[in-house]
């Protein structure tokens, strides 16, 4: 039997709080506000929002259980950690597979993110410009593409305690609030009500295929799975710590604020006689709108989006950290220069994404595909690679380390494990990884 790996020199939570809002800050992100949104516009509204929830509950949280786990016992990165567990096997693949996942959605996520950013500015100043003129001119969208990337870097550089974690513990709540008093404005929008309807009325006859993969695919990026976030920020869980309870808060909070966005966007939607399946771009359309409505709407505006930016560096923090934590445990490489070193790699991947915005045609809509090379992007590696990842997850916990090997560590900080362990236990063997392989095959079989 293999034991637990030590603690040393290795950064940890200061407290189980610190670790919730630090993971609910990896969670709550562009996911929640930008891509949950245009995503269930797409899918056609309630019946998408009903089959989002089934997954979160049904394969979110045991996966959240098992990369946390698997990151607390071992102590190490993704690649590390099946090392550890299964010496010399190619599980490590899942490592490396995740290393590079989070740098693929890193590169297009930081390109949204700078989006956001100058949006906080563009809003302030009361500037006009559409959304499609904005992401289309180079000197703008690049330079914030960069600073964003640049922001990350410095965060993580200053590892775990005093970078990532200070910074989600002061500004989650307040973007929860700003929340809700913007969704009390929208659903008081004349001609609302037909928003509500589509986001909660489900239609279930168009659901298909397609639609339960986008769901499958939404949960995981939206709770950080499938690629060893968790498992990383798990590897800096202090053993007294509940794994059980930290995963299910940092799963309500994070689904919480998704529902929430929706809540926000689709009444404003609807009010202004606008389409819910316009893509990437619906929000950053829907928002000014809304605040547009309100007196001294630019401030409040830029408020959220400089809120909006900080959740999503929140989030390209712990993509980073991925990467780095590999690069340092791994290859004993200085922190610092890992970091940059990841940094410039996904800047590099991010420009092809960042001239498919209406600045490189082809790009726009590349051949064959159809789609822009972000869209492409965040198809294969925020949907695909993500639902391959926490399949291959849940076959390595459920079949090969075994919910049995894994108590001890779940019972460290949770003394009940021994109830919930048999629920696990099917979840991890049968229910995800059957689930999750019937909607890659029938992806496949579509694609084909
Ligand atoms: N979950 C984040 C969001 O919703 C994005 C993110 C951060 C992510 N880390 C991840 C997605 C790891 C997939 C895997 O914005």
């Given amino acids: 039997m293999v034991t637990g790996g030590t603690d040393s020199g290795r950064g940890q939570w200061s407290s189980k709080m610190g670790f919730i809002l630090a993971a609910a800050g990896s969670a709550i992100g562009l996911g929640n506000i930008w891509r949950f949104p245009y995503v269930t516009g797409q899918n056609g509204g309630a019946a998408f929002l009903v089959l989002y929830l089934a997954c979160v509950a049904v394969l979110g949280v045991p996966v959240m259980i098992a990369e946390l786990t698997i990151g607390r016992f071992s102590r190490r990165n993704p690649v590390g950690a099946f090392k550890m567990i299964r010496p010399g096997s190619p599980w490590k693949?899942?490592?490396?597979?995740?290393?590079?996942?989070?740098?693929?959605?890193?590169?297009?996520?930081?390109?949204?993110?700078?989006?956001?950013?100058?949006?906080?500015?563009?809003?302030?100043?009361?500037?006009?410009?559409?959304?499609?003129?904005?992401?289309?001119?180079?000197?703008?969208?690049?330079?914030?593409?960069?600073?964003?990337?640049?922001?990350?870097?410095?965060?993580?550089?200053?590892?775990?305690?005093?970078?990532?974690?200070?910074?989600?513990?002061?500004?989650?709540?307040i973007l929860l609030l700003l929340l809700v008093a913007l969704i009390i404005r929208s659903v008081t929008l004349e001609g609302a009500g037909r928003g509500l309807s589509f986001y909660l009325k489900p239609d279930f006859s168009k659901v298909t295929g397609k639609t339960i993969l986008a769901a499958l695919g939404q949960a995981f990026f939206s709770l950080s799975l499938g690629m060893g976030a968790m498992l990383t920020y798990g590897s800096y869980l202090a053993k007294k710590d509940n794994i059980v309870t930290s995963g299910l808060y940092v799963a309500f909070f994070d689904t919480l604020i998704a529902v929430m966005a929706g809540l926000l966007?689709?009444?404003?939607l609807f009010a202004m006689g606008m389409q819910p399946d316009q893509g990437t771009g619906l929000v950053f359309k829907v928002l000014p709108m809304i605040f547009a409505s309100i007196p001294g709407g630019h401030l409040?505006?830029?408020?959220?989006?400089?809120?909006?930016?900080?959740?999503?560096?929140?989030?390209?923090?712990?993509?980073?950290?991925v990467a780095t934590a590999y690069m340092v445990d791994e290859k004993h490489w200085l922190r610092k220069r890992a970091v940059w070193v990841m940094a410039l790699i996904c800047f590099a991947l991010g420009l092809p994404s960042i001239l498919s915005q209406g600045i490189v045609p082809w790009l726009e809509k590349l051949p064959l595909v159809g789609m822009s090379f972000l869209g492409l992007m965040d198809y294969i590696f925020g949907n695909v690679m993500l639902a391959i990842g926490a399949l291959m997850i849940s076959i390595f916990f459920g079949w090969l380390w075994k919910v049995k090997n894994a108590a001890a560590e779940l019972r460290e900080g949770c003394p009940g494990f021994g109830r919930i362990a048999p629920v696990l236990d099917i979840m991890l063997k049968?229910?995800?990884?059957?689930?999750?392989?019937?909607?890659?095959?029938?992806l496949f079989i579509d694609v084909a």
């Fill in 265 to 268: 966007i689709f009444p404003a």
């Fill in 93 to 173: 693949l899942i490592g490396y597979a995740g290393v590079a996942t989070g740098i693929c959605i890193l590169s297009y996520y930081s390109v949204l993110a700078g989006y956001t950013t100058g949006y906080i500015v563009k809003t302030l100043i009361g500037n006009t410009t559409a959304y499609e003129a904005f992401t289309s001119n180079v000197w703008i969208v690049l330079p914030l593409f960069l600073v964003f990337i640049v922001f990350t870097v410095l965060v993580v550089q200053g590892g775990i305690k005093n970078g990532i974690e200070r910074w989600a513990k002061i500004l989650m709540p």
């Fill in 430 to 442: 049968f229910v995800c990884p059957a689930l999750i392989l019937v909607v890659l095959v029938f």
């Fill in 300 to 321: 409040i505006g830029a408020a959220f989006f400089l809120l909006l930016s900080i959740a999503a560096l929140t989030s390209t923090i712990s993509l980073l950290e």
